[in-house]
């Protein structure tokens, strides 16, 4: 076996690549073609930017944008082929998963020997690829790295260097940390080497400007354009000064939301679920640490390893953890964990004692995964939905009832606030220059006003609340910004459906729209006795129009003079819930506002 892969190992490449393809396809696709719609409120908001692009609207001035633009870009292109497909993130996803076990691969045979070398391709397509298939910039920036990585983990050549540089360039925009971390990486790795004297300092200090200057090159030629359509100002507001000041207030986005995301293991076959989930945390950043230390202790004595390659890709993989360090979710774990899994791989099939037994538990393990994750996908419950990008088949059944209502309530290109994954799934359009709030810092005072004033501007029939926002607030996330939108929605929507889920309450709210007055005609004069004459019965001359009464006998108020309309009470937010405002059907079948 190991000659074999020795003298042909394109042969088991390919067919290594041809089975990642077909997995990755039964995990996206139902046969014969239709698309899994996965939770991926991460993808669908950079799915729902470029649509808004496609339109004309400008990213960064027109709408609000963390990232770079790299990624709207790619979907950009990709509508502008094929118009806006539901299939599109899932071929999507297909193609990063095949090329980044290619990467993976390359990289791997180059420091692990026999057929042990394809293991950590199938270890990192199956656990954490297969765990967060959403097309993202996380993975796109994590596919450029890897690019880069192999690339050099095959030699250093002036040509590599300056490749490497521009293809993290790339990976910088898509994700800013991911890419500029990565190359100081790199730059870490040549300081390793002129320190132990595996490089000249002349030699090192070439590799810098190699690697940086067609890094610099890559990300202000691509990001030239944007920033000067946007304003520069707003553009390194968004980009760089937000992310920096206001993106830690939320609490998925700082340090505590560490090892909270624990999967549900209540049934008992949901406990592979959970191990999966222990894992990635186990080894990323522990496998680092355990990799230092054997260096530390075993290159002196074990010189047949290739210990310079495995340095680059140990510091590759630290520096990316610490980009997902300050929010460490299993999520960000998961899409930076392709060198930890090579080291794992490398670490368990170290020569030593019970290394068949090693290596064997390891394959046993992975198809056993394989196959469970397959078995549970396919029979699962599942149900298929036309929507306007085309049918999906959706495994979520909360999701499923989301979908379902605003497909019956809402026709394309009606306003919708609050979600854009439903946005993008119903081709909806979306008033406010945000995509979604938060009850933290992270969402800012005068971005909740844009937000009303787009809702002023472009009046929604639904917005979309989550019960997540009028809990308490957690630890560390600033001040709740969303009292005015809270106080508007009490003013104009009322909740006209509660989608109970697992974790916390979905609600629509729909908009009312109060009757208009209708005219009464005001006070009649009192006939004189000149005109009452010849009218001994009281009847009033003919023409003349009685007194309006109230039912209750009184007398009606006067009319609104003309060309003046109301001032309409608007009712005062019971609470910070945000609880919904009552609503009566007239006698006449209108519907009117009432206060709770």
């Not at 680092?288 to 002196?300: A, K, P």
């Amino acid at each position: 076996m190991n000659s074999f892969i020795e003298e042909k190992p394109y042969v088991l490449t390919a067919l290594v690549l041809t089975g990642a393809f077909v997995y990755l396809y039964l995990n996206l696709f139902i046969l014969p073609a239709t698309p899994i719609h996965f939770l991926t409120p991460d993808s669908t908001s950079f799915l729902f930017n470029a649509r808004r692009m496609q339109q004309g609207q400008v990213i960064y001035r027109d709408f609000f944008e963390l990232t770079l633009p790299a990624t709207e870009v790619y979907y950009l292109a990709l509508f502008k082929i094929f118009g806006n497909r539901a299939w599109i993130p899932n071929a999507t996803l297909i193609l990063l998963g095949v090329g980044l076990t290619y990467f993976v691969l390359v990289i791997s045979r180059k420091v692990i020997s026999g057929k042990a070398a394809y293991l950590p391709a199938l270890w990192f397509l199956v656990i954490p690829f297969r765990s967060q298939l959403d097309a993202t910039h996380h993975w796109f920036s994590t596919f450029f790295v890897m690019a880069a990585l192999a690339l050099l983990v095959v030699n250093f050549t002036a040509l590599r260097l300056v490749g490497a540089g521009a293809l993290l360039g790339v990976a910088f925009c898509f994700t800013q940390t991911s890419g500029f971390l990565a190359a100081a990486g790199l730059g870490l790795f040549f300081l390793w080497a002129a320190l132990t004297g595996e490089l000249s300092w002349g030699n090192f200090r070439r590799a810098q400007l190699y690697i940086w200057s067609s890094f610099g090159c890559v990300a202000v030629l691509f990001n030239a354009y944007f920033a000067i359509r946007a304003g520069i100002g707003t553009f390194l507001y968004e980009t760089f000064v937000f992310n920096f000041r206001y993106y830690s207030s939320g609490f998925g986005n700082s340090f505590h939301v560490y090892m909270t995301d624990i999967p549900p293991f209540h049934p008992w076959y949901r406990l592979p679920a959970l191990g999966i989930w222990g894992f990635i945390y186990l080894l990323i950043p522990l496998i680092y640490i355990l990799f230092f230390v054997r260096y530390r202790d075993e290159r002196e004595d074990q010189t047949s390893q290739p210990w310079d390659r495995l340095v680059l890709i140990a510091i590759t993989g630290a520096m990316l953890f610490v980009s997902v360090a300050p929010s460490p979710t299993w999520l960000r774990l998961c899409m930076v964990s392709a060198p930890g899994v090579i080291l794992f791989v490398w670490y368990m099939s170290f020569p030593g004692r019970l290394y068949p037994i090693r290596v064997g538990a390891l394959w046993v393990i992975i198809i056993a995964i394989a196959l469970g994750e397959w078995h549970a996908r396919i029979f699962g419950w599942r149900k298929q939905i036309d929507l306007p990008i085309g049918s999906v088949v959706v495994f979520n059944q909360v999701q499923y009832q989301e979908i379902k209502f605003l497909l019956e309530h809402t026709k394309p290109g009606d306003y919708f606030f609050g979600n854009n994954e439903l946005n993008y799934l119903l081709d909806l359009a979306d008033p406010s220059p945000i995509p979604f709030v938060t009850p933290t810092n992270c969402t800012r005072p005068e971005q909740v006003l844009e937000t009303i004033q787009g809702l002023e501007k472009h009046p929604a029939k639904y917005i979309y609340w989550s019960s997540t926002f009028d809990m308490p607030p957690q630890p560390g996330v600033g001040t709740d910004n969303l009292a005015p939108l809270r106080a508007y929605l009490a003013a104009h929507y009322q909740v006209t459906k509660t989608i109970e889920g697992d974790d916390f309450a979905r609600t629509f709210w729909e908009r009312f729209v109060v009757p208009a007055p209708i005219s009464i005609p005001g006070p009649i004069p009192l006939a004189t006795p000149e005109e009452t004459e010849g009218a001994p019965d009281g009847t009033l001359p003919a023409g003349t129009a009685p007194a309006a009464t109230t039912p209750e006998g009184g007398t009606a108020r006067p009319a609104t003079p003309a060309g003046t309309t109301p001032r309409a009470t608007v009712p005062s937010h019971p609470n910070s819930g945000g609880a919904p405002t009552a609503r009566a059907n007239n006698d006449d079948g209108t519907r009117s506002a009432s206060r709770p």
